[in-house]
């Protein structure tokens, strides 16, 4: 079966770094998201990698390693406003979009 | 209007009702989605709409019922809903085709009673 695992709850302090990790068991793999979703809000996107490496945009990166089925956020300088929840998805080789539950980060002053 | 907007954004209603939800697009978008949403669960695609034309139905029950009339518009109506529907359902909207990111409007919070 297809499965996306992402830890469930995060806590960090404002100003440090936290890394999301999304491991993913899909049937091929045509590129992974991330997005963020703040409580009662839509989901929001982030960043898209479909190559192995590292995506940096400002604070936020986004790593893949497509030979391990693995991913993370790397979340630097943290502030209040990112306590959120973080969602990965991974387009399969049919095209469609499975999406992880989501990791619910809370940021502490 | 920018972006995705979504109607009514909360709906509170009985089992034996029929009501609809509402999405409209303003991004020139040609494909749209329909999702549920619950607690602590991955976000389950519905319905996709390719060009108007409905390219994907992941065995949703009968009672929810998708309509398309144009590329900015969705429809999603509801009839005999049981408990369980209770969620948040969001809409979203991309250009076609795998590769380009879902803008997603705000969800409508439904409770079935």
């Known amino acids: 079966g297809q499965n996306i695992d992402q830890p469930t709850e995060m806590t960090a302090t404002e100003g440090a770094i936290v890394q999301i990790n999304c491991t993913y068991q899909?049937?091929?793999?045509?590129?992974l998201f991330w997005y963020q979703q703040h409580a009662g809000e839509a989901p929001t996107f982030l960043s898209y990698?479909?190559l192995d490496g590292l995506e940096e945009k400002g604070r936020f990166s986004s790593f893949l390693s497509r030979s391990k089925g693995y991913s993370y956020l790397l979340l630097k300088e943290l502030q209040m406003k990112d306590s959120a929840s973080y969602l990965c998805?991974?387009?399969?080789?049919?095209?469609?979009?499975?999406w992880g539950a989501g990791t619910k980060l809370i940021i502490k002053p | 209007e920018t972006g995705v907007t979504q109607t009514p954004r909360h709906l509170v209603m009985g089992m034996t009702n029929k009501k609809s939800l509402k999405c409209e697009q303003h991004l020139g978008h040609n494909a749209m989605y329909w999702y549920k949403q619950s607690a602590k669960k991955p976000l389950e695609l519905m319905f996709v709409?390719?060009?108007?034309?409905?390219?994907e139905n992941n065995s949703v029950p009968s009672r929810f019922s998708p309509e398309c009339p144009n590329s900015s518009h969705l429809f999603l109506h509801l009839h005999t809903l049981q408990p369980e529907d209770s969620a948040l359902y969001l809409c979203?909207?991309?250009?076609?085709?795998?590769?380009?990111?879902?803008?997603f409007g705000p969800g409508t919070r439904l409770t079935v009673l």
């Open positions: 998805a991974v387009w399969d080789s049919n095209y469609q979009l499975i």
């Open positions: 979203a909207s991309s250009q076609e085709g795998p590769y380009n990111e879902q803008f």
């Open positions: 899909t049937s091929g793999f045509n590129g």
């Open positions: 709409y390719n060009f108007k034309e409905q390219t």
């Open positions: 990698n479909v």
